[in-house]
């Protein structure tokens, strides 16, 4: 019923920039949040960044002041924006959609996960 599908990762090299790109589809009512997520190898998924619909942020400590969430409400697009990137970024990125269906059934659908590496 809902798809979603991340792009945009790859290796970077500490201090560069990538920016990576969530679009969910399907039978889409609303979306309401939009989040990114991570996983390490070893460690538990974590909450990047989030935004609403009406475009208010919230960030992890550790990427404040260097990654960017941002939302393109008419294309169901999400964006994180990730410039000085750290070793410590490496990770699985995961998009996440708070989404209301036609039908009005409501719940969260995830994407397949994109691989960030961060290595000179």
């Known amino acids: 019923q809902v798809q979603v599908v991340e792009s945009g990762g790859g290796l970077v090299q500490p201090g560069g920039s990538l920016r990576l790109s969530c679009a969910a589809s399907g039978s889409i009512f609303s979306i309401y949040a939009m989040g990114w997520y991570r996983q390490a190898p070893g460690k538990q998924r974590e909450l990047v960044a989030s935004?609403?619909?009406?475009?208010?942020?919230s960030y992890a400590d550790s990427v404040k002041g260097r990654f960017t969430i941002s939302r393109d409400n008419a294309k169901n697009t999400v964006y994180l924006q990730m410039n000085n990137p750290k070793p410590e970024d490496t990770a699985v990125y995961y998009c996440n959609a708070d989404v209301r269906l036609f039908t009005m059934q409501r719940g969260g659908y995830w994407g397949q996960g994109t691989q960030v590496t961060v290595s000179s």
């Open positions: 935004i609403t619909s009406g475009g208010s942020t």
